[in-house]
Every structure is written in structure tokens, then in C-alpha cells.
T-cell receptor, first 113, second 113 residues
Framework: DAKTTQPNSMESNEEEPVHLPCNHS???????IHWYRQLPSQGPEYVIH???SNVNNRMASLAIAEDRKSSTLILHRATLRDAAVYYC??????????????FGEGTQLTVNP | ETGVTQTPRHLVMGMTNKKSLKCEQH?????MYWYKQSAKKPLELMFV???????ENNSVPSRFSPECPNSSHLFLHLHTLQPEDSALYLC????????????FGPGTRLTVL
């Protein structure tokens, strides 16, 4: 699986936007970009995914660079409940067996009141 | 019950014990997964089942034995574990193994004495 690089930690203030970066310079043409987050004492939770175009859903937006070598997860208004570890994951859609999500270290997001 | 449930939530066992972890999903999904999350390490995929058939074993030691009797239930049978097997064991499910979004349970915190 192609590797992703994320900052170990980030801090934000409540009600402000948060931009979580992810570098994936070795991404292949068939890799989807996924974001999951893990709140304290819980299992990971799907946030969003995309291939080439920017994506929006009720939780967040995903901005993908034109060369696809980086992406940014955008939380438009951070709340205290958004404090979690955020994982950026690449998944090869050409895989025929299994749906392998290879988790890295992720970014620990702290939201200050 | 909705989503993915796991029992027990906490388990302490000796190295000579035999125990089982249970996962149940109420989402009508056909793929189920076991992941291991050790302290200060990324989540590791252990097993994948798609339509009750095991499609992936990520070089997991034989002291971990999965069982998938139907698409809604997944078990992880444990025997003669080692202290280094202490970890959070997470179950997940998805529509099928090619589907992007996985839904995780809360995990079972296992301690091996």
C-alpha cells in the first residue's frame, strides 16, 4: 500500500475551521484517499473518501491536489467532539480480495474551548 | 441494537486460558474484519471475511482462530496467548469487501497476564 505522511498533532479552537494535511507522493492512479477518525475509547469512524475530485459530506470536506500527491481534510467548524486521531489512508481499488485499510499513526487533533 | 457490537468490552485472561471474542453487525453487511490495535502502534488488519469466506489472513499466529458462521456474526477464538497479545481488538463490517466504508465496533480491551 502507498504510504501517507501526516503531522503527529494539531490544535484548533472551537468553532474555527481545521485543515488536516496528508501527503501521499507515491499514490497510484487506482488509489482512493480515505479519512477515518478515532475518538477516545471508540473504534475508528469513517469520515470521507475521494479519488480525484473534491468531496463534501455532512461531516467534512476533502480537498485533493491536482497531482493527487496530497490532500486536506477540512472540518468547517470544529467542536469539542471533533477531538480525535484522524487517519489518512490510501486504498487500491484494484484489489480483488479484501478491503485492506492500512492505518498509519494519524494526526491527534486537539480542540480548545 | 444498531451498528456493530462487540462482547465482552473488557477481558483479562491467563496464558493458558481459552476465550472467545464476539462481534455482531446489524447492518446487513456481507464483509467482516478483525483488527488489532496495540499501545502506540497503528491498527493492524488481522482477518477478512467476505460472504462467510475468509479472504485474508494477515500472517496472524495460529493462537488466534477466527470463525464466521454467518454474515452477521464473527468470532475470534483465543488460546495460549502471550502478554504481548494484550491490545484492543476491533471488529468492522462493510457492504462487501470491495466497499469503501467500514463500520467499526467499540472494541474488546484484552489483557493477557
Amino acid at each position: 500500500d502507498a504510504k501517507t505522511t501526516q503531522p503527529n498533532s494539531m490544535e484548533s479552537n472551537e468553532e474555527e475551521p481545521v485543515h488536516l494535511p496528508c501527503n501521499h507522493s507515491t499514490i497510484s492512479g487506482t488509489d482512493y484517499i480515505h479519512w477515518y477518525r478515532q475518538l477516545p475509547s471508540q473504534g475508528p469512524e469513517y469520515v470521507i473518501h475521494g479519488l480525484t475530485s473534491n468531496v463534501n459530506n455532512r461531516m467534512a470536506s476533502l480537498a485533493i491536489a491536482e497531482d493527487r500527491k496530497s490532500s486536506t481534510l477540512i472540518l468547517h467548524r470544529a467542536t469539542l467532539r471533533d477531538a480525535a486521531v484522524y487517519y489518512c489512508i490510501l486504498r487500491d481499488v484494484s484489489e480483488t480480495s479484501g478491503s485492506r485499510l492500512t492505518f498509519g499513526e494519524g494526526t491527534q487533533l486537539t480542540v480548545n474551548p | 441494537e444498531t451498528g456493530v457490537t462487540q462482547t465482552p468490552r473488557h477481558l483479562v485472561m491467563g496464558m493458558t486460558n481459552k476465550k472467545s471474542l464476539k462481534c455482531e453487525q446489524h447492518l446487513g453487511h456481507n464483509a467482516m474484519y478483525w483488527y488489532k490495535q496495540s499501545a502506540k502502534k497503528p491498527l493492524e488488519l488481522m482477518f477478512v471475511y467476505n460472504f462467510k469466506e475468509q479472504t485474508e489472513n494477515n500472517s496472524v499466529p495460529s493462537r488466534f482462530s477466527p470463525e464466521c458462521p454467518n454474515s452477521s456474526h464473527l468470532f475470534l477464538h483465543l488460546h495460549t496467548l502471550q502478554p504481548e497479545d494484550s491490545a484492543l481488538y476491533l471488529c468492522a463490517s462493510s457492504q462487501d469487501s470491495s466497499y469503501n466504508e467500514q463500520f467499526f465496533g467499540p472494541g474488546t480491551r484484552l489483557t493477557v497476564l
